[in-house]
Structure formats: C-alpha cells, structure tokens
C-alpha cells in the first residue's frame, strides 16, 4: 500500500515514484504484475492524477513499468535480481580536527593563515575572471598554465638558485601529488627501493609507501641527512631529502654535505628528489640555494604554495630533468587532468606584480617575533633544554633532559591542554630522540606561545613529581 506525506520536504511525484520502484526491487510487485490506474491510485492516496502520471512517465522511461495498449500499466519484465546481503565494513573517521578551542596546538607547517592576503587575491581573482581570454576556463595541458609556469620559473632562479626552463616545470596540486608521482615514475616493480632521511614526516613515508616502495632509513643528524649512511649494497630509485630546513629536526644541510650527495648520486646512477616547502623564512644569514642548482641533471625539486600562503591552495610543483618531462606530463593527465587553471592564473599574477615576495616579507617578521617569542619563552621555563633548527621555517626542536615522550607523558600534556610532537614519532629507527619534540609556532599568536609553554612547564613539572 502506497501513502505520502503532504508536509515533507520530497515532493508528491518523487515519493509515489520512489515507492514503486522501491517495491518492484524489494519484488513487493512481482514482475509482470498489473498496477493500478493512475486514476485509481490517485483517488486512494487522495492526490492530483498529474502526480501519478508524471511519476508512472518516469518509472515506464526508465524501463520499470510496461504499458499495454487496451490492457494497463505492468510490471516490467527482466529487472528481478537476487540482491547481495549488505556486510558491515569498518569505515575509518576522516582527519577531521576534534580538538577543545582551549587546546594550544603546537602542530609544524601550519601557517598564519589568518594573515592571507584575503583582499589581494580576491582582487586578483575577480581581475582574471574578467580579463582572462575565453580558452583559459576551458582544458589546459596537464603540465599547468604556461604563464604561471615562467613566471614561477623565473622565481625560483631568484630565490633558491633553482636553474630551469618553463617547460621543465609540473604544476600539481600540492607537493603531496608531486612526490606521489614522483615515486611512481621513478620506481619500477624490481626496483622499488627509496633512500629516505630519518626522522622524516609520516606523510613523506605513507606517500612512498601507497606507491608502492620500499623506504630506506638515512640517518640524520642537527645539520640534516648525513651522507656517509647512505646504502652502497644497492642503488635506490632516488634519495629524499629536506636540506634547507630538515622536517624533524630543523637542521640546515652543509654545501659540503650537499656536495657528496650529489657523488652519490652519480656513484649510483639515481636521483635526489629535493622537498623545499619552507626555504623562503630564514632568520639568521643567507639562505642556501638549492641543490638543484648545483646539479639539475640529478635533481628533481618540490615546492608548495601551501606554507607560504594556505593549505587551502591546492598548488605545488616539480622541476624535472627534461628527459623525465614527458613520462611526468602523461602521468599527470591520467591522475586528474590538470591542477586547477583559474588559481593558476591568480597565483601567476600574485607572483609577477611582486605581491609574494610582499607577502614573504611581512610573514618573516611575523614568525620572527613568534620565533622569539617561543625560545624566550623555553629558555625561561627550561633553561637546561636545548633548541634545535630555529634558523629557519616555522618550527623548531627542543631536547628536554629527563623527559621522555611516550604515549603516557603525550597524553597527560594533551589533558593540560598543549600538544606537542615527538620527534620518535617520525623516526623509522626508533630510540635515538626520545627527549624531543617538535614545536611549531606558525599557526599561534605570541600569548598563545607563551601560554602553551607555561602549560607544558606545569604539566612536565606534575609528571615528575607524581609516584612511579
């Protein structure tokens, strides 16, 4: 039996046609069954004869019902099926953050994001729908926006000493994507084998990983990957590193050290895949320029949009050696076509009329003062702790004599309201860095810096002098 509901948000139509055909799948009307009139089923369910046809229109188009001339409405023939039993499958939670507003946060790589130059790009946004040819909201090539491509070129010859042609350049969507598919043009089925620094982010690890390579731990130490631990048994696909400002542990990678990676690399015929996420925020001297720059042959380099101004800017890219171009281009365009070409052309233009390095400017002196603040903050609650890798970027690691940071001490912190990162937890090859933790400052105003690091104070100061 048929019924609607006149004070629901579905309308009549969509509720008697969702019914029959319902009932026809649940084989509540068997096949070749013969249906009401519509005017039959319009009387008793009290409805406009309009409704029943139109939904009757839709279930006959759509191959459910069958109308036979002089006879009536039936049932279709071939559409019964024995239906599977639906099986409970665990669905994991998405990374949605659950934290407590009252919760300081000392998540790295976060930045400010509440100074994006919101005005700035929205300006530039409405300029480029209107003044943008028509062929540009149309297909690009999967390589990204030209325009964006020698403007970013030109950029990163400038800044890092990155020494490439437009045409050398990959536009993705993110440095995650990148390094995804890097490690999928890169490593083949008998030769999935990547030298990786250690301790190094999770998400480098879980990237190479879902791609199918096996990793490699490096060791690394205060001044970054340390080159005298890389294998000679076997030739891996590439060597990641981070040298500008090692993730975890902030250090800056020597020109020297930089040298010999290069040798290796021509020693084992491979390549350096080169992260460079936050480079552009240095404090104390002269950045390093990039490795790239010393060996463009070798060197495959990464860089993202998303820490200098926002995660929510989807857009990062890769400098190719030109002979791997075409394999990076053809992957791309089977992986999502290409990155969105609007904010391209935003990001090309914010870029060209000098509002980046604008923007990097004012930035540095913003995680200077927050910088500042969180070592003179440590340095008077914990005068014996040792900073690490505070030179640069928007994190730094502090060593804390007699503390170790295991899963207990994480919680007990998270329930004074501060969370902090172990480095361990990065680590492939644990035990070496049980005393430290990451703590990144990008994201926190200085009286939320200085507030976090009261709490942990007070919070450490209990865990010690509670009974074993």
């Not at 060996?295 to 050696?321: C, D, H, M, Q, W």
């Not at 030179?391 to 007699?402: A, I, Q, R």
Request: aromatic letters at 8%; charged letters at 25%.
């Amino acid at each position: 039996m048929l019924t609607v509901k006149r004070e629901s948000k579905v309308s009549l139509t969509q509720q008697v046609y969702e019914q029959i055909r319902s009932g026809i799948l649940k084989q509540k009307f068997t096949e070749g069954e013969k249906l009401p009139s519509t005017r039959e089923l319009a009387a008793s369910l009290g409805i406009s004869r309009n409704v029943c046809l139109e939904a009757f229109d839709r279930l006959i188009t759509e191959g459910y019902l069958d109308v036979r001339p002089r006879s009536g409405t039936y049932v279709a023939k071939g559409i019964t099926f024995q239906r599977e039993e639906e099986r409970s499958h665990p669905v994991f939670p998405a990374r949605v953050s659950n934290l407590s507003k009252d919760v300081i946060d000392f998540r790295a790589a976060n930045p400010a994001m509440d100074h994006f130059p919101r005005k700035i790009w929205g300006r530039l946004l409405k300029e480029v729908c209107i003044d943008t040819p028509e062929e540009a909201f149309a297909y690009s090539g999967s390589e990204g926006v030209r325009k964006l491509r020698e403007v970013l070129s030109q950029y990163l010859l400038k800044i890092r000493g990155v020494h490439c042609h437009a045409d050398q350049i990959i536009i993705t969507a993110g440095a995650t994507q990148a390094l995804y598919m890097i490690s999928r043009v890169l490593t083949h089925h008998n030769d999935r084998f990547i030298a990786v620094e250690d301790p190094v982010t999770d998400e480098m690890r879980r990237i190479f990983s879902i791609a199918g390579a096996k990793v490699h731990p490096v060791p690394a130490d205060e001044e970054g990957i340390i080159p005298e631990s890389l294998p000679l048994h076997i030739k891996p696909s590439f060597l990641f590193t981070i040298p500008s400002h090692q993730f975890p542990l902030g250090g800056t990678l020597s020109i020297q050290r930089r040298v010999k990676l290069i040798e290796y690399s021509r020693k084992m015929d491979t390549y350096i895949v080169e992260d460079d996420y936050d480079s552009e925020f240095t404090y104390e001297g002269v950045p390093v320029h990039s490795i790239q720059g010393l060996n463009p042959e070798r060197v495959l380099y990464v860089g993202t949009f998303s820490k200098i101004l926002s995660p929510a800017l989807r857009i990062g890219y890769v400098v190719l050696p030109p002979y791997l171009v075409n394999r990076f281009r053809e992957l791309k365009w089977y992986t999502d076509r290409h990155t969105s070409s609007l904010e391209q052309h935003v990001l090309a233009r914010f870029i060209e009329e000098g509002f980046l390095d604008r923007h990097v400017r004012r930035m540095k002196k913003i995680y200077q003062k927050r910088r500042e603040a969180l070592t003179a903050s440590l340095r008077e609650h914990f005068p014996s702790a040792k900073i690490l890798g505070q030179s640069s970027g928007m994190h730094l690691v502090v060593e804390f004599p007699g503390v170790v940071f295991c899963e207990k001490v994480k919680e007990l912190l998270h329930e004074a309201g501060v969370l902090v990162y172990p480095v361990e937890d990065y680590a492939l090859n644990k035990g070496a860095h049980q005393q430290k933790v990451v703590l990144g400052y990008g994201s926190l105003t200085e009286k939320k810096i200085k507030e976090g690091v009261n709490r942990l104070s007070e919070a450490l100061q209990r865990i010690k002098e509670a009974p074993s």
